[in-house]
């Protein structure tokens, strides 16, 4: 069993940045792809970035990239969102998931550990 916890979310304004973290208590950490997922009301989360494990390959939603960076320390078993110039549509829960293995995927199901979420609310 993978227990996940997120923090860093926030209140930002509108071209502001954040960062979350999301630290696992799995000790064979860098064995996970580990992806960020965001969800709004009334919505099916919706992938945003991952990182595959030992860090090898990063993918991005179009509507995310260039502005977020996913970034992973193993040692730490910490998994981080760098989010920057942020939107108003950002606005969401940003949820951390994990899965063990190498394969890098983009739907909620495929995942078999999440967090409790973090709340990230960007204003105009």
């Known amino acids: 069993q993978v227990h996940l916890v997120e923090s860093g979310g926030g209140l930002v304004q509108a071209g502001g940045s954040l960062r979350l973290s999301c630290a696992a208590s799995e000790r064979t950490f860098s064995d996970y792809t580990l992806v960020w997922f965001r969800q709004t009301p009334g919505k099916e989360r919706e992938f945003v970035t991952g990182?595959?494990?030992?860090?090898?390959?990063?993918d991005y939603a179009d509507s995310v990239k260039g502005r977020f960076t996913i970034s992973r320390d193993n040692a730490k078993k910490t998994v981080y969102l760098q989010m920057d110039s942020l939107r108003v549509e950002d606005t969401a829960v940003y949820y951390c998931?994990?899965?063990?293995?190498?394969?890098?995927?983009?739907?909620?199901?495929?995942?078999?550990?999440w967090g409790q979420g973090t709340q990230v609310t960007v204003s105009s």
């Open positions: 998931g994990a899965r063990p293995g190498y394969g890098l995927e983009y739907h909620e199901s495929d995942y078999d550990y």
């Open positions: 990182i595959s494990w030992r860090g090898g390959r990063t």
